[in-house]
């Protein structure tokens, strides 16, 4: 006798009190935060594993965590502490100058595997490989979500709805307007290069690099002439961060910018062979990164982010996240436009921007709040997202059943004063910070 098997189509719906879509920086930290303040959430991903860009596209760095100086302070709180706990207790993290800022970098793998374990052991229920292709509204409100994955469609029901899929996925599907930038921004396919000498490697200043790359880039068909060469934990290997790709808003054109990506990777590593042979004679390529994409959709929310705002450190009334990220612009194939900003500077995040005019129990986080394309470009990093992610979460609990667009933000900044006051010495800074760190900050 054939037994039938049941595909998910034949399923009721999924419900939760918190269904968050996304589940990189952004997401996992709403999901983290909500199911601590005792609410059942459902967590959903196009990808088939958890973390979002922070582990499928290797991006191996957690910038905008702490103010600028030579004594910088963590500025952001809250699920992510676990997550460095665990990072720098197992040496799967450490800590550089740059940007006049601090820069952590990790192991992607412990990043994923300290995300899994957290979904096993709070009870949260995954829902990866599944693609939201509509969304189901009742007035302001949407009541349920249609997802396609493999095994068929599947239905999702909540109460609050938490979009962190970086490309605004459940306003756009609700028929809503949304922004698009006015310009190109590139995005960046990372890799791993194992059988490097790191000790070399580490004494090349960041020019010896370019240098190369502006030289016989053409020969080898690059794009990109600028960029990073990070050593990670461990020995014999480094992160790359020198490619450009566009990011088309079309599956086969991303796809085809993947490749392209890849490209660039076994070009860079054939240069370095030949050009930094003390180093990268024996290297090789042991992550290709997914295609990186910065900024695509934003909302059009009750409030905006502008440049005006990064640059004069405008703290607005319904203030949520903070950091002092530099504007990060990726508007030209050739080079990165950085621009940094002062020991004192700090920017934030209004929830405004993270609500979708139309919706009453939608909340973005991440990379699809609204705001222009170069103030997006400070605020779009692994820092403030999990403030965002956090801010979105306690917002979601004080609305209950009514509307995010009419909670106590008095209340919500209350429960989110660590992130919006004073800050952490962290100790694995201790011995890192001072005369040389501070020379090292301009790098």
């Known amino acids: 006798m054939r037994r039938r098997v049941r595909r998910d189509q034949d399923a009721g719906p999924v419900r939760a009190d918190l269904c968050v879509v996304g589940s990189g ?27 979002g860009q922070a582990v499928g596209s290797a991006i191996g760095t957690i910038c905008g965590l702490y103010s600028n100086g030579a004594a910088p302070v963590r500025v952001t709180h ?16 450490r800590a550089r100058h740059a940007r006049n800022t601090v820069i952590l970098d990790y192991d992607v793998n412990r990043w994923q595997r300290w995300a899994e374990r957290q979904l096993v052991e709070r009870d949260i229920a995954p829902l990866f490989g599944a693609t939201v292709r509509q969304v189901e509204r009742d007035g302001p409100r949407v009541s349920a979500l249609g997802l396609a994955t493999r095994w068929g469609d599947r239905r999702v029901e909540a109460e609050i709805f ?44 960041r020019e010896r690099y370019h240098e190369a790359m502006r030289r016989r880039g053409a020969e080898f068909g690059l794009v990109r002439f600028d960029g990073f060469v990070f050593p990670l934990a461990g020995e014999g290997r480094v992160l790359l961060n020198q490619t450009h790709i566009e990011t088309p ?26 050009e930094l042979p003390d180093a990268f004679a024996d290297a090789r390529v042991a992550v290709y990164g997914q295609p990186g994409i910065r900024q695509t959709r934003t909302i059009r929310g009750r409030s905006r ?3 005006a705002d990064v640059r004069a450190g405008r703290r607005p009334d319904d203030a949520v996240a903070r950091c002092s990220w ?22 934030y995040v209004p ?20 705001a222009e394309p170069a103030a997006l470009a400070s605020v779009r990093v692994m820092g403030p997202c999990f ?34 006051e004073g800050g952490t010495r962290d100790p694995w800074l201790a011995g890192a910070v001072g005369e040389a760190g501070r020379q090292a900050v301009s790098s």
Not at 30 to 48: I, T
Not at 250 to 262: F, K, P, T, V
Not at 357 to 364: S, W, Y
Request: net charge negative; proline share 2%; hydrophobic share 50%.
């Open 78 to 93: 809250g699920a992510i502490d676990g997550l460095l706990h665990d990072l720098t207790g197992s040496g799967a993290a």
């Open 326 to 347: 530099p504007i990060e612009l990726h508007t030209r194939a050739e080079d990165t436009s950085w621009e940094i900003f002062a020991d004192d500077h700090m920017h």
């Open 249 to 274: 808003q079309d599956a086969i054109g991303l796809s085809r910018a993947g490749i392209e990506g890849r490209r660039q990777i076994d070009a860079l590593l054939e240069l370095f062979r030949q």
């Open 25 to 51: 920086a952004a997401g996992l930290s709403a999901a983290l935060e909500a199911r601590a303040l005792g609410r059942s959430v459902l967590l959903v991903d196009a990808a088939a594993s958890v973390g």
């Open 162 to 205: 938490v979009d962190a899929s970086g490309d605004a996925v459940i306003p756009w599907f609700a028929g809503l307007e949304v922004n698009e930038a006015d310009q190109a921004i590139y995005g960046t396919v990372m890799a791993v290069f194992d059988g490097v000498d790191t000790r070399v490697c580490a004494a090349y200043p």
């Open 351 to 370: 929830f405004g921007a993270m609500t979708p005019e139309g919706l009453d129990n939608v909340v973005v986080a991440g990379r699809c709040i609204d």
């Open 387 to 420: 403030a965002m992610g956090r801010a979105a979460a306690v917002a979601a609990v004080q609305a209950g059943s009514g509307s995010l667009q009419q909670i106590d933000i008095a209340a919500l900044q209350t429960a989110l004063a660590d992130n919006l």
């Open 305 to 307: 982010l502008t440049v």
